[in-house]
């Protein structure tokens, strides 16, 4: 598997639900370590302007950056966060499907 793939791979828990890729969670903190590091210095230190300039412009920023990252996902097969996850979604899948067959 490509470093491309792992990182842009929707991931699935173990109830199989959809989580954000690994890409999508380190944008979240680039981003706001970057907006932050941005704010801090134009605000001259001043923290409360600092911590509202860097939430003003994160929002934006995060939610452009999660569209593009979810329009590269888009392209991947998910893959699950972990192998235990994995296997305990397809357990839960063969008890659901005993149960109803009972």
């Known amino acids: 598997m490509s470093w491309l793939a792992s990182a842009f791979a929707p991931r699935k828990d173990h109830k199989g639900m959809s989580t954000p890729s690994y890409a999508a969670r380190w944008w979240l903190l680039l981003c706001t370590a970057m907006c932050a590091l941005w704010s801090w210095q134009a605000t001259d230190g001043f923290l409360v302007m ?7 412009i994160a929002t934006p920023a995060l939610s452009f950056g999660w569209y593009l990252i979810g329009l590269i996902s888009a392209r991947f097969e ?11 979604h397809k357990a839960r899948m ?3 499907a005993t149960n109803k067959s009972v």
Do not use: G
Request: aromatic share 4%.
């Open 78 to 88: 998910p893959l699950y966060i972990l192998d235990k996850a994995e296997k305990a």
């Open 50 to 56: 600092a911590a509202a300039l860097t939430v003003m």
């Open 94 to 96: 063969e008890r659901k």
